[in-house]
């Protein structure tokens, strides 16, 4: 299954095209690797997937082409969730 459609389907993100841009950014790692929306995907690979300043990893339990919501939630297992520290700019005194 692609990667995007998982995504959708799961519902870790709401809209194919979305999950085709955050893919397309290099957001989302598939077993450490980089993944493209068209990625090949399969059952107990790990996803990496960063949300502005969240990093969620999951493992894919099942794959389906169709879940309803109470099934999407049973796709995938979160491993765990890291919330990234803002990165302040660095601001350099030139009169020093």
Known sequence: MRLDKFLKVSRLIKRRTL????????????NGNKAKASSVIKENDELQIRFGQKVVTVRIDRLKEV??????????????????????????????
């Open 67 to 96: 879940a309803k919501k109470e099934e999407a939630a049973n796709m995938y297992t979160i491993l765990k969730e890291e919330k990234l520290d803002k990165v302040e700019p660095e601001f350099i005194d030139d009169e020093a």
């Open 19 to 30: 999950a085709k841009q955050v893919a397309d950014q290099g957001r989302i790692t598939v």
